[in-house]
């Protein structure tokens, strides 16, 4: 390995690179060995999803000559698929620092390479990247974010001509085609800029038409338009469009988190901005309960993720997790269409496989077909180009605060999300109650599903074999019981195979090959583990449930599950 480390940065030594790159790697060689391997230890791999990795100088970080030899790759896979032409991309990026000069090498990369480009005028939401995508005809886009990671890192997520992520068979070309790019001298750096277009207010106005088109509701919103809303951005894009998008649905009573809405890839108030932590949703809890709010939401810096806040059945304020949000908007939409008599016989929603339960069971009960679908959006988006024109997709969305209404965008959306979310909350004020209310009375009408999610890290060099040992234990010998109740199927997404452990009986999963691993037990638990596709991370989801006779019986119910959720995290050593 050292002599790899010691090859690869004595090429860039040598290479066609700036004077402040081989500066800073001369320093690393002189004062912090360590981190020059951490640096240049391996290639930084362009994934399914693109790119995402810590910033810095080296192969194993991103900076202009990375991000230009993924574009280089992306275009020349582009141009072989399309060899009439013309080719046509857009490309936006988030509030991360670098990630305007990431989206302009992009650019100019492309354009070099003969495709014409649409690119943001500053920074925008990921969804509206994948929107503009589908309005312009693009044949593929970019957009610069590493989503919610902290502040070192940024990202590259690689898109195609329905809006969605890559799937195969591009992404597996694109990345062949991206691994032949040996050189940053296989690069078109510049000469094309007369391809380049910048694109800004006008796309807005599109896309913010575009949400307003999904209100099912918006007479409730009339009567309610002084809903007490509280948004907080996390130094994010989110402050482009979220408040106009409020704005434009007839909400007039909308508060910002002043701390927070302030765009700055440092993310000083916060240590992940992720509206997953609670920490980074703490001070809008505090302003939510200072002004005695209706509702509290946030999204991380491309937002596309967005979470939630309510006061709950005791009238404390709780944050929602990403499976109950899913469960909210899913019924919202089949509820209200329903009710509005503009359902279809073929309407459809989309799930991913470990997302709860309970929204098959919603989806069941309404005679609506729910697909299960691997983790990730581009799996929904693929879905949908599968069934468009036979079936009607209304609502698709993830455990990990990811929600996306309607099908003009391909990827998770926050900023519908969030408009959604408040028409949600209106509906429910005008009947006298609170979103948390019609949660326990979803739990009681369907069966309440509690989840719950441990990520562990392994960060260095060592980490990824360290996640791939810990699969191969569970994949190789499986838990035979987990509190107390049997497991009864082994699911293993990588080999396609499910397994009944009492009779041996086997059956083909029909869906992509994914390193996911789940257990399901006799009492109806579901315990999946799965590492991350992004970070040093595997995650441990855990699903179980229980009935309800009535709303009064939540808290008992609640204790129950977390004591079961406990007894299977101990019998898994974990």
């Known amino acids: 390995m050292e002599a790899v480390i010691q090859e690869r940065s004595t090429n860039w030594l040598k290479g066609n690179f700036d004077a402040a790159t081989k500066d800073a790697i001369k320093k690393m060689q002189a004062e912090n060995p360590k981190e020059l391997a951490e640096s240049f230890y391996r290639n930084l791999e362009f994934g399914t999803g693109g790119l995402r ?60 390479n003969g495709i014409k480009v649409f690119l943001f005028e500053a920074l925008r939401p990921t969804p509206e990247l994948s929107f503009a995508i589908r309005h312009l005809g693009c044949q593929g886009g970019v957009v610069c974010t590493a989503s919610h990671n902290p502040k070192e890192y940024n990202g590259y997520k690689a898109y195609w001509n329905d809006g969605g992520q890559l799937v195969p068979p591009h992404d597996k070309n694109v990345i062949k085609e991206v691994e032949k790019i040996a050189s940053v001298d296989d690069v078109k750096w510049s000469g094309g800029e007369s391809n380049i277009t910048i694109i800004g207010k006008e796309m807005d106005e599109e896309y913010i038409e575009m949400v307003k088109s999904l209100s099912v509701y918006p007479e409730v919103i009339e009567k309610q338009h002084d809903l007490k ?12 469009l979220v408040p106009l998008v409020l704005k434009r649905f007839g909400f007039t009573n909308v508060h ?26 703490s001070i809008g809890m ?57 359902a279809k016989p073929n309407d459809m929603v989309v799930k991913t496989i470990v997302t709860t339960d309970l929204i098959d069971e919603i989806a069941k009960e309404n005679n609506i077909t729910c697909y299960n679908v691997l983790t990730g959006f581009k799996w929904i988006a693929e879905l949908i180009r599968e069934k468009e024109g036979k079936e009607n997709y209304v609502v698709g969305g993830e455990e990990s605060y990811g929600l996306m209404i309607g099908d003009k965008v391909r990827d998770k959306d926050a900023v519908s999300a969030v408009a959604l979310l408040c028409e949600m909350a209106a509906y429910e ?31 260095g060099m060592d980490g990824q074999q360290q996640i791939a040992d810990m699969m191969a234990v569970f994949r190789n010998n499986p838990p035979k019981t987990l509190a107390g109740s049997d497991v009864v199927q082994l699911l293993d997404y990588e080999l396609k195979k499910g397994k009944n452990l009492k009779t041996g009986e086997e059956w083909q999963i029909k869906l992509p090959k994914s390193n996911v691993l789940q257990f399901i ?23 179980v449930n229980t009935k309800l006779k009535s709303a009064d019986e939540f808290d008992k119910g609640n204790a129950a599950l977390d004591e079961k959720i406990k007894a299977i995290i101990t019998d898994m050593k974990l």
Request: include cysteine.
């Open 53 to 112: 990795g810590i910033m810095g100088v080296g192969t194993n970080r991103m900076n202009k000559y990375t991000v230009g030899m993924a574009t280089q790759g992306f275009a020349n896979y582009l141009n072989q698929t399309y060899p009439g032409g013309p080719v046509r991309v857009a490309i936006a990026h988030d509030c991360r620092n670098n990630s305007r000069f990431f989206a302009e090498t992009t650019a100019n990369v492309f354009a070099a």
């Open 229 to 240: 809303i509280v948004y907080t951005p996390i130094h994010g894009t989110g402050i482009t």
């Open 256 to 281: 910002i988190v002043e701390e927070q809405s302030n765009i700055n890839g440092d993310f000083p108030t916060v240590v992940y901005p992720n509206p997953e932590e609670s920490e980074a949703m």
């Open 286 to 342: 505090k302003k939510a309960k200072e002004l005695d709010a209706d509702i509290l939401l946030g999204t991380d810096p491309d937002s596309d993720r967005v979470g939630i806040g309510v006061k709950d059945h005791h009238g404390n304020w709780v944050l929602v997790n990403g499976n109950q949000t899913a469960v909210l908007a899913f019924n919202y939409m089949i509820e209200a269409r329903k009710a509005k008599g503009i």
């Open 429 to 459: 004020k005008n009947k006298g109650r609170s979103l948390f209310a019609k949660l326990i009375d979803l739990y009681v009408q369907y069966g309440f599903y509690k989840e719950h999610l441990i990520s562990i890290t392994k960060k």
């Open 521 to 543: 037990l006799a009492d109806g638990s579901k315990i999946s583990a799965r590492p991350s596709g992004t970070e040093p991370k595997i995650k441990f989801y855990f699903s």
